[in-house]
């Protein structure tokens, strides 16, 4: 079984484990059946000093660790652990002269990053922050015409993982075509509203 503090049942401790633990749960209305306050503790030992998120306490700042753990943070209704300006700042800077977004410094953009990155600033009412138009035109410069898929980047082969965070990332944009997805657990957000979850999401516009 998976523990949301100590890891799998041959150890593996990775703060994707907590989001995954709690996003599960909360589907199941069962949140409570882990410890919480002890998962919230091991998520924010994993933040680092410029503001984001490892895999483990110590563990190099990465995206889709932030996705996750402010995910986690959202679930447990502990967005007020976070700095939200510092991380979206380092969130922001993910952003590329293509208009695309990376996981880290130094890395080409990728179009999964319109959603670990976009997904996280959106819970942190920090979204703003981005060049939307440059984003959305990154994303479709990454579909394929014939297929209607999208790849990791313009040019590369088209992919199911790809194909669902380019959509996933236009729906938080804004794309009037598509519909409203959840920021936290990347579902349509009528079915959420229809579980009757509350999942903490910032509002702060400034």
Known sequence: GINAEYGDEWGEVDTRFTFCAFATLSLLGSLNSCNVATAVGFVLRCRNFDGAFGCVPGSESHAGQVFCCVGALSIANKLDKLDCDQLGWWLSERQLPSGGLNGRPEKLPDVCYSWWVLASLKIIGRAHWLDKDRLIKFILASQDDE????????????????????????????????????????????????????LEVSTVTS
Do not use: I, W, Y
């Not at 999208?150 to 965070?165: E, I, K, Q, Y």
């Open 147 to 198: 297929t209607g898929g999208f790849a990791d980047r313009p040019g590369d082969v088209v992919d199911p993982f790809h194909t669902l965070f380019g959509l996933a990332g236009l729906s938080l944009l804004g794309e009037n075509q598509l519909a409203k997805v959840n920021p936290v657990l990347c579902l349509p957000q009528s079915l959420v509203d229809s579980l009757g979850l509350k």
